[in-house]
Structure formats: C-alpha cells, structure tokens
C-alpha cells in the first residue's frame, strides 16, 4: 500500500473564519503547474479527489482546513509560472504536512479509487515550489466562497523588512475601512517561514479578497487618503512614497475557488 506522504499540499480557502484571533494559523502554500498534455481541468478534478483525503486529515485535527484556487482568466502577472495554487492550514507546523499511514489504509478502504490518487496526481500536475507561512495581519472573514481573490507575491526592500511589519499593523486599519465602504470583502497578510531566500518571489504574501471583478475598479483613493491622515499621520505623497521605501511587489494573480473542506 503506498503511503499518504505530502506530494503536494493545498491551499486554506483564505479566509479569516479558519483563522483564531488567539491562535497564530500556519499555511502551507503549494505552487502548482501542470503538466504537458493534460489541463487544468483534469488537475482540479483529481484535487476534487483528494477532498475526501483532507476532510480526514481536517476531521483528525491535522490541519483546519484545505483548498485549491485556480487563476481566474489568466489574469496574472508576466512572471506568474504556475497553473493553480492549493494550501493546508493548521495551528501546529508539525502536523501540517502529516498523512498518517492508518488513516490512508482506512481511506483506501473506503475507496479504492484513491488506491492511484498520487499516481493520477503525479501524472497531470507537479508543486514547482511550496511555501510555509503564518499569518500576520488580516481582517474578519467574508465567507463568500464565490469571491475573487487578489494574491500578491511581496519582497520588501533592502533593510526594510521590520519596517515593512510594523506597516502593516497601521495599514490594517485602512483596509478595515475599505471593507466598510464596500471596496474589499476581506483582507490578509502571511509571512513565508521557509524557504528564506533573497531571490524569490518574496516574503510576504497578501491576498485581497472581492465580490466581483467590478471592485477592481472601485475607486479608494479618498479612503488611502483619509487612512494616511488619520492612522498614520501623513500626507498623501509621504504615503505614496513611503510604500515605494518599503516592498516590491513581485507577483500578483487572480484567483477563484474550486474544491476545498469550507463547501
């Protein structure tokens, strides 16, 4: 019997709900291309699939909750090299990459179908990079499974990566108020643990979640404005050019939900 080991992992839903004020929630995120041949459809229904393996290992208290997002349109930016991403949540980074052996056996049991789930899996799709992260910053959940989610990759600049935590603590506030006006329905940043490198994609990753595609569009300037003035204390052009100081973004793709533990 093969042994349920993490060829790759899959995305939390992002949203809030799965994250505890009190607790800090890791993420691993799993970068995901597929493979020559074969499409994304055959992709996300294998991930479909692989459901009933992670509503298991949620159930167990392994991870809090599972799922994969694929890029919506292609609406990415030129040096976004993956198909789809997909991630597991948990309190415990010792267990988030845990599939116990017993639990497999019962699964197969259950379905053998799942007997060639890795084998299907490897077949179609491969993780060209993974991601452990924790969540730093983030809003209140807006538990629409039907939003569409801005990921962004962010690197900040040299010396500037306390600064750029400390920001985001005073931008939270600002971000808080566009959901209140109706621009955002929810809002986070996560923290890459490993791998640490100074020639990736970054180390940050933001994810900025929508109703719809008309919220691009959606004017906020007056409430960056009016969030510059009375969170941090600045004008307009000290907060263009304080963000310019701080980070780079590296990466940015929309995504949309396709199969997780939340539905």
Not at 114 to 125: F, P, R, V
Not at 133 to 155: C, F, P, R, W
Not at 194 to 215: E, H, N, R, W, Y
């Amino acid at each position: 019997m093969k042994k349920f080991t993490l060829l790759f992992v899959a995305f939390l839903a992002l949203t809030a709900s799965a994250i505890a004020q009190e607790k800090t929630i890791y993420i691993n995120i799993a970068f995901h291309k597929v493979k020559p041949g074969h499409t994304v459809e055959e992709a996300i229904a294998i991930e479909k699939r692989w459901k009933l393996v992670h509503e298991k290992r949620k159930s167990l208290g392994v991870i809090t909750g599972w799922a994969a997002y694929r890029i919506l349109n292609e609406y990415k930016s030129e040096s976004v090299d993956y198909d789809y991403v997909s991630m597991n949540a948990s309190y415990d980074l010792n267990t988030i990459t845990q599939y116990p052996e017993s639990m497999g056996a019962e699964l197969i049991k259950q379905d053998p179908s799942l007997y060639t789930l890795i084998e299907d899996s490897e077949k179609t799709q491969s993780v060209i990079r993974n991601k452990i992260t924790k969540a730093i910053q983030y809003t209140g959940s807006s538990n629409d499974m039907n939003s569409v989610v801005l990921m962004e990759s962010i690197q900040p600049n040299s010396g500037y990566n306390y600064a750029y935590i400390d920001w985001l603590k005073q931008a939270k506030a600002i971000q808080l108020d566009r959901i209140k006006a109706g621009a955002i329905q929810e809002w986070a940043v996560w923290q890459h643990l490993a791998p640490i490198s100074s020639d990736g994609t970054g180390q940050f990753t933001a994810v900025t979640f929508m109703k719809d595609l008309s919220k691009l569009d959606f004017d906020s300037s007056s409430i960056y404005i009016n969030g510059a003035k009375k969170y941090m204390n600045m004008t307009p052009e000290q907060f263009t050019k304080r963000i310019a100081e701080l980070r780079d973004i590296k990466q940015s793709v929309l995504l949309k939900y396709a199969v997780g533990t939340f539905n």
